[in-house]
């Protein structure tokens, strides 16, 4: 089984391919969904409901709706803000393209910003300049934490006044500062802080935000009919959340601790991204040494919509020169020495 490969600390084979990402699954993890097997309560049921409840109390939270991915929550949460066709919703271009899929979902019009330049993060300052190019203003905005690097939501907040904020804290769950935006998504995908395998929740301190979207994640046996979706969350796919959530501070840690092994100590570090001159080549030199790098941003959402590079300088730049080394909790320490030597040879 993959997903159950060498722990931190214990040696690894030093010939074997590093990958970019793999979940940590141990043992309790594997009984807790077996528990669920057994029990013949595979759909959404008891599991989800209790997953629900310890998501929302370690985000401070008063409740959340488990849905089935990280996309359908962003979906839901514009639905349940109220955003409607022709709305505009900002995002930075910067970011994988579960925004703009969301977005457009609910037939709103992207409206794109500019990266900062302390990090990979939306530019407040670029969000604030966007309010005089806008004749029907902003529906919501919504704000990624980049890479587990937070993002000030209080500029943001000062950039867009009243406007609703989706936090999307997908990269930056297990960070006791995360949780400030109106609505919060997250999402368990297999490579994220924490898995599910597939899933995601929307949390919010407004329990009408929830009670819509829990109405929203499921078409069946209504009273009226409008738009819903088949957008649940198993009890398998709970169970394993619950048996993950009780490890999140340890994988936080290790994270923290991996970053500062690799020369920049980061509060919650769900990736660790390195500027570089060459990137194609730095890429192909991690490549040959059997370690997966990769470009964190597959692409910008600029490029998707055909915009032209030079309107978003620092989105642009950071295509260019950002580079992903693999970084998480399920790397061992033969693993981590192979990646700070290749580290000090690639950029001596």
Do not use: W
Request: aromatic share 6%; glycine share 8%.
């Amino acid at each position: 089984m993959d997903d159950a490969d060498p722990r931190p600390g214990q040696q690894g084979n030093a010939n074997s391919i590093i990958p970019h990402s793999r979940p940590f699954i141990d043992e309790e993890d594997v009984r807790s969904v077996a528990d669920v097997v057994r029990s013949g309560n595979l759909a959404q049921g008891e599991r989800v409901e209790a997953f629900e409840r310890s998501v929302a109390r370690f985000l401070h939270q008063k409740g959340g709706a488990a849905v089935s991915s990280g996309t359908a929550g962003l979906h839901l949460a514009l639905q349940a803000l109220g955003v409607h066709e022709g709305d505009a919703v900002a995002m930075p271009s910067y970011v994988c393209s579960a925004l703009l899929h969301a977005t457009e979902s609910v037939g709103a019009r992207p409206v794109l910003v500019d990266g900062s330049d302390e990090g990979y993060n939306l530019d407040p300052e670029d969000l604030e300049r966007l309010g005089g190019r806008l004749p029907r203003g902003l529906a919501a905005v919504i704000v990624p934490h980049a890479f587990g690097s937070l993002c000030d939501i209080s500029k943001v907040r000062d950039a867009v006044g009243d406007v609703p904020v989706v936090e999307d804290c997908a990269q930056a769950i297990g960070d006791p500062v995360v949780g400030l935006g109106d609505v919060i998504v997250c999402s368990f995908y297999a490579t994220k802080m924490m898995t599910t395998g597939e899933g995601g929740m929307v949390l919010s301190r407004d329990d009408g935000v929830i009670d819509r979207i829990r109405d929203m994640r499921d078409y069946d046996m209504k009273p009226d009919h409008r738009a819903r979706f088949n957008y649940k969350m198993t009890d398998l796919q709970a169970a394993l959340g619950l048996s993950q959530l009780k490890k999140l501070p340890k994988f936080v840690d290790r994270r923290r601790e991996l970053s500062r092994l690799y020369g920049r100590e980061q509060r919650t570090c769900y990736r660790y991204v390195l500027p570089t001159s060459d990137l194609e080549s730095a890429l192909n030199r991690f490549e040959r040494k059997g370690i997966h790098a990769r470009r964190p941003v597959y692409a910008p959402l600029h490029q998707y919509l055909g915009l032209p590079d030079s309107d978003f300088p620092k989105t642009s730049r950071a295509m260019r020169t950002a580079l992903s080394i693999p970084l998480y909790p399920a790397l061992t320490d033969a693993d981590v020495t192979r990646i700070r030597n290749a580290m000090r040879e690639i950029f001596p």
